[in-house]
């Protein structure tokens, strides 16, 4: 299945959630929004929001700074 992702299509071999993705990258959800086919998804759904072939996935990452 391929899944853009923050503009770039990723192909992956098997059904992943979101919460997947993140682990996968080390990507604490404490520190990201998560925009899936131009939807805010909510932390607490990242566990049982599967991704599936064509989905646009944006990671938004907060930096702090002053």
Known sequence: ???RINGQDL???QELSIQNF???KNIS???VVVEL???IIPSDKYPT???THQD???IL???GGG
Do not use: A, G, H, P
């Open 29 to 31: 959800i404490n520190s």
């Open 22 to 24: 993140l682990d996968t």
């Open 11 to 13: 192909t992956f071999d």
């Open 61 to 63: 990452r907060f930096v």
């Open 49 to 51: 929001t599967w991704l």
């Open 1 to 3: 299945m391929i899944i």
């Open 37 to 39: 086919n131009q939807s």
């Open 56 to 58: 646009n996935l944006e």
